[in-house]
């Protein structure tokens, strides 16, 4: 018997706000951290604890500077980031695909 593929969710990335913030950056080198905040359609202190959670688990690295006079702080997916989310995803689509019938097959 095989284990059951929600056993491959990753309890991190699976928070919705987590999850979608992993998604935003998982589409690019590195992002903005005001760019993610907007995509993600949340005010400024729900993405800095969720960042903060996601660094802590090395998903995500934070770097911080300067545009001009302008402190600015831009975001990126670490490998590891990269590769749970893909893991995570693929999780997803396993749980999915006994319950949502594939309409692309006659």
């Known amino acids: ?6 056993h491959g969710l990753d309890e991190v990335i699976h928070a ?3 999850f979608s913030i992993m ?4 589409a690019a080198d590195k992002a903005q951290f005001s ?3 907007d995509t993600v359609e949340v005010s400024d202190s729900v ?3 969720q960042v903060s959670t996601l660094e802590t688990a090395g998903y995500v690295k934070v770097t911080k500077g300067y545009v001009g ?5 831009w975001l990126s997916l670490t490998p590891d980031g990269r590769d749970a ?3 995570h995803v693929g999780a997803l689509k396993a749980i ?3 319950a949502v019938p594939d309409r692309t097959q006659g």
Do not use: G
């Open 47 to 49: 993405p800095s604890h």
């Open 23 to 26: 998604a935003t950056l998982v």
């Open 69 to 73: 006079k302008r402190p600015r702080t």
């Open 35 to 37: 760019f993610v905040r």
């Open 96 to 98: 999915t695909a006994a």
């Open 85 to 87: 989310f893909i893991a």
């Open 1 to 6: 018997m095989s284990a059951h593929p929600r």
């Open 16 to 18: 919705p706000v987590r």
